[in-house]
């Protein structure tokens, strides 16, 4: 691809003519034209007009080490060349999904030992509605079918995740839900809190989940699934009682708990997993984007004992799977990811030194702000809310054009930040940013917050 060079603007006509992007709408591209990125190095990219832009996003939220990371690609280069492609089906392995497997089961929460590969966050989540639907049924309790997710939760864009997630434009999208999917309330204090301390909400907002089981019948009710942090619909950090109380009622209805890690995992919110940074222990734990670092796709489910051991009681092949799950080179990139990780000591970095830094400088930035009325989030996931009303707690209405114009104020201003859910903007660098760059992001965000005010 390298030795390919055209000019912007071919490039722009090809990608109008031949190319249909996800989550974009296409009259903007008729408009404006595609920006065309060539390259990356470190938390930087750069376009094929070569502007230098500060990746706020880490990508997707998933270039946790950093781009152009030798450790990686040699990783990549070496499994391409000894076993470029071999599956998991029917009885085989490879060596780089066993040690994948086995270096996980290390760092993720007690009990879940077992993983079972996919080539996305979408797919992991999907995978966990097929396995969770037939333990119950091997359980005896076959109407346990029906999960339970959040407004403004993101789970994925397939079938059965646009349906799992509680994004109203999917749903719009899609005509309706499927049957079996439901959703409550996200845990946003900012608002719905009113006049309760954070922690009474949290605890209100968790008692919801009662209700909906109530309301269905718990023998119809076989998931709830909450990302730890919610990222794509704002970066809603729950309040302190809100994950106790979902992990209580799920255990006292019998229902699983899902914690989806694709975007809490590897290091953001300063632990490895956002499971412990709140202290769920879920029976089911999707992961994906920070697991290879996005250089190559793999996602994966991390699955509890117990619930393994009814999936292979079950006396039969589990019909599920994907060419691609545990793709050899993806694993040995995501071995080589993992292992950087902790080179680098990265997730005790966020912990105890890059995020402490850069929370307390998007505070300062969003305190003084005039439309800014909080900052949200959890370790490098950092969302400001935009509001009409600082005083009186009043956000922007779901149409203003605010949150659009900040971010085409950003990438002007060379700083990828994206608007996310409730009319916020947010930010979720890669884990090796330093104290410089975030003084550097901190500050585009706010030329950008500025000229959008
Ligand atoms: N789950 C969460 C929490 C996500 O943020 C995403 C993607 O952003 C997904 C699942 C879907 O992952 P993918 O885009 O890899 O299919």
Not at 399 to 418: D, G, V, Y
């Amino acid at each position: 691809m390298s030795q390919i060079v055209r000019t912007t603007q071919q490039w722009q006509g090809l990608d109008r003519s031949h190319h249909m992007h996800p989550f974009t709408d296409p009259r903007d591209l008729n408009k404006k034209g595609t920006r065309v990125i060539t390259r990356a190095e470190g938390v930087y990219i750069w376009d094929s007009e070569g502007n230098k832009i500060l990746d706020g996003m880490a990508g997707l939220w998933c270039v946790a080490v950093g781009y152009g990371r030798q450790e990686l690609i040699d990783a990549a280069n070496e499994q391409l060349k000894t076993l470029p492609y071999y599956n998991s089906f029917f009885q085989t392995s490879t060596p780089s999904q066993i040690e994948l497997s086995h270096v996980l089961s290390e760092l993720t929460p007690p009990g879940l030992n077992r993983f079972f590969f996919t080539n996305s966050g979408s797919e992991a989540n999907d995978t966990v509605i097929r396995l969770a639907r037939y333990y119950w049924k091997l359980r005896g309790q076959p109407t346990k079918r029906t999960f339970i997710g959040r407004k403004f939760g993101y789970h994925g864009s397939t079938v059965a995740t646009s349906s799992l997630s509680g994004m109203a434009p999917m749903h719009d999208q899609d005509h309706e839900l499927l049957p079996h999917f439901a959703h409550i309330v996200h845990p946003h204090w900012y608002t719905q809190g009113g006049d309760l301390s954070r922690e009474e909400f949290g605890l209100q907002a968790a008692r919801e989940l009662e209700k909906k089981i109530l309301e269905l019948g718990a023998d119809n009710v076989a998931a709830f699934i909450g990302e730890p942090c919610q990222g794509a619909g704002g970066g809603i950090d729950p309040p302190s009682t809100y994950w106790p109380e979902i992990q209580r009622i799920c255990k006292k209805y019998d229902v699983l708990l899902v914690a989806d890690e694709v975007i809490c995992g590897f290091g953001r919110t300063g632990e490895w997993f956002g499971s412990h940074t709140y202290g769920i222990e879920p029976d089911f734990m999707p992961m994906a984007k920070g697991l290879s670092s996005g250089y190559l796709p793999i996602g994966a489910v991390a699955i509890h004992d117990r619930i393994f051991e009814v999936l292979s009681e079950g006396g039969k092949m589990i019909h599920h799977g994907f060419t691609y799950s545990g793709h050899p080179a993806a694993c040995a990139v995501a071995l080589a990811n993992i292992a950087l990780i902790k080179k680098e000591g990265l997730v005790e970095r966020v912990k105890s030194d890059i995020a402490p830094y850069f929370r307390a400088t998007l505070q300062q930035m969003a305190d003084a702000h005039p439309i800014v009325g909080e900052l949200r989030g959890v370790g490098l996931i950092g969302a400001v809310q935009l509001v009409s009303d600082k005083a009186n707690r009043t956000v922007l209405p779901p149409t203003h054009e605010a949150p659009i114009k900040a971010r085409e104020f950003a990438i002007q201003n060379n700083l990828i930040m994206r608007p996310a859910g409730l009319q916020s903007l947010v930010v979720a660098p890669p884990l090796v940013i330093t104290r410089t760059q975030v003084d550097e992001l901190v500050d585009k965000m706010k030329r950008s917050l500025d000229q959008t005010a």
